[in-house]
């Protein structure tokens, strides 16, 4: 049975959806920009629900008490390209970047102040979500753009507690885990559609990117 989780913080910070845009953006076209798919009450939930059932990979730190934080930053292709070149050294889009706080290289959005969340809570890192391009994969694979985002928010959300997949099999048994997240708020998603995709195209480096491109 899942644990309870004393409180978790979300911060979103949105550079898609509220943030005006502007003439460099490449905009899918006819996407509405006007209006979030998941508001940040809903984000939270997730989250919460999420470490419950990944309560056994959690850090604890120092402290009985099991309060976590993390930042979601909502953003387009141009934004998570700059991210992606800087601290992954690959000049492309992708469609989610995870940075565990306790990683050198570390962009720190601003939303995170370490000395105010340590005495409170332990700060897990940071996800950036290229709302584009999760757009056009729930496009392809034919489902929500709410389901696109919670898959791509559950495998960032997993790699912040260590998970990795350096080769195929750990990483359909991590898109697998995936798959039970988004079961325990009420979503699901076509696994073995994904399964067959990554099996026909799955590269010898794998690569968040790579994932992005099937």
Known sequence: MPHSILEVEVTIQDHFFIEAADASHR???CFDRSTAPISTDLWKHWFNRWL????????TGDRDEHCYELTVRLTDDDEIQAFNSQYRHKNQPTDVLAFAALEVDYPQLEAFDLEASADDFLYLGDIVISVETAQRQAAQLGHSLQQELAWLAAHALLHLLGWDHPDQDCLLRMLKQQETLLQTVGLSIDYHQIENLIRQDYLDTPSDTDLCNL
């Open 52 to 59: 419950n059932e990944l309560y056994s990979y959690l850090p």
């Open 27 to 29: 905009l899918v076209p």
